[in-house]
């Protein structure tokens, strides 16, 4: 039972209270990664730590804890029975060569839908792999302010997959709908958005996320895949990138970050105990309107996101009087707001407001928008 902490810890919520006087009441962390857990079950990882430490990654507990959570995960996000759940290490970065080399043998081309930060990645990784990776979708003309329409994207019919980032974490866009394609397998980068939402899997030959938003801990990526795309990676693949020699060395072919995949089984009963993915999908959107409403009224803060690709889950923003910024920041960690500084790449700000984060953070962030521009708009 936690009572007070003297020093919060990073991610906690509104059940967390500092005894530090002059302190606020709550905190709440809105940072892009790894994402809050919530408290019931960081109380239940700490009891259980000491067990998971030592557990051996052969052993029965470790490959009875492994079924439970591929069977978890296949119930909650209704996974068909021809997919195999992979669950891996090295992160989404891993991903961006996993799925050429595994998905383009026979085929060298693959389209990608390029609309931010972490698309451009995963491209240029297939590039570098030597793959005709190509932009089909260019979002830089539009400054990743919104996806370019689905008629001029440039698909060719011999791709072996269509590749798109779900939620781009760092540009706050987001695709509301699955594209709808028929000419090659979609691929998605899910890492901020799995779990967030009902999702299609059905309609993806793949699909991809690291754990540490909606899932946990870093240390575990989770791959769904169409098994009838599993025909052999590109000679010369390293074996541990091999999606079939990982699938057939179950549950791990490596040693695994065990307490990450204790975490990720913790998440998922905590997403059933809320209500499942409805309910994650409507608190998420609410949140979503709760901060848009609040930037978009007095002028002092800007999103030039497409209001019809708006993220969800990751909300940036700038103060158009940058000098501000140093201040705003400060101030809003003052307030027990934290983590709000934008990606490294972009600057300005970005909230990221992942399962974790309760109804009361995106209130909370609300009120302080309005009073820091009260005091300085
Ligand atoms: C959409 C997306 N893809 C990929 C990554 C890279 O993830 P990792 O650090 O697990 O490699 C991130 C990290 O934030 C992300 O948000």
């Known amino acids: 039972m936690v009572t007070g902490m003297v020093h919060p810890m990073p991610g906690h919520d509104s059940r967390c209270l500092s005894l530090v006087p002059g302190a606020p009441a709550s905190v709440f962390n809105f940072a892009a990664s790894p994402g809050p857990l919530p408290l019931s079950v960081r109380e239940r990882l700490l009891e259980a730590m000491p067990g998971l430490l030592q557990m051996h990654h052969r052993s029965v507990a470790f490959v009875e804890l492994a079924e439970r959570l591929q069977a978890k995960l296949r119930e909650l996000l209704e996974v068909p029975a021809d997919y195999r759940v992979l669950f891996l290490q090295g992160g989404a970065t891993a991903q961006f060569a996993m799925v050429p080399l595994n998905?383009?043998?026979g085929q060298g081309a693959a389209d990608y839908l390029h609309t931010g930060y972490w698309s451009g990645r995963a491209l240029a990784e297939a590039q570098q792999l030597g793959m005709a990776a190509q932009r089909a979708a260019d979002g830089r003309a539009?400054?990743?302010h919104a996806i370019p329409p689905s008629d001029t994207w440039q698909l060719r019919a011999d791709a072996a997959y269509v590749y798109y980032t779900a939620n781009e974490t760092v540009d706050g866009v987001e695709f509301r709908h699955t594209p709808q394609l028929t000419t090659a397998p979609l691929v998605a980068d899910m890492s901020s958005c799995l779990l967030s939402r009902r999702m299609e899997v059905h309609r993806h030959g793949l699909i991809f996320a690291g754990a540490q938003k909606n899932m946990g801990l870093p240390g575990l990526t989770v791959v769904l895949v169409r098994e009838a795309l599993l025909q052999g990676a590109l000679p010369g693949t390293p074996s541990l990138y091999d999606y079939r020699v990982q699938d057939q060395q179950r549950p791990a072919y490596n040693t695994p970050v065990v307490p990450a995949w204790y975490t990720a089984e913790l998440m998922l009963?905590?997403?059933?105990?809320?209500?499942g993915l409805?309910?994650?999908?409507?608190?998420?959107?609410?949140k979503a309107e709760t901060v848009y409403a609040a930037l978009d009224t007095g002028g002092l803060y800007a999103n030039a996101v497409a209001p019809a690709c708006r993220s969800r889950v990751n909300i940036v923003f700038d103060l158009v009087v940058p000098a501000l910024l140093p201040l705003f920041l400060e101030q809003a960690h003052h307030a027990g707001l934290q983590g709000l500084a934008g990606h490294r790449s972009r600057g300005g700000c970005r909230a990221a407001l992942y399962n974790a984060l309760p109804e009361a953070g995106a209130l909370a962030l609300a009120d302080f928008l309005a009073d820091f521009q009260r005091r300085h708009g």
């Open 103 to 105: 998905l383009c043998r």
């Open 278 to 286: 409805q309910a994650m999908e409507s608190s998420n959107c609410s």
């Open 142 to 144: 539009l400054a990743f």
């Open 269 to 275: 009963d905590w997403v059933v105990e809320q209500g």
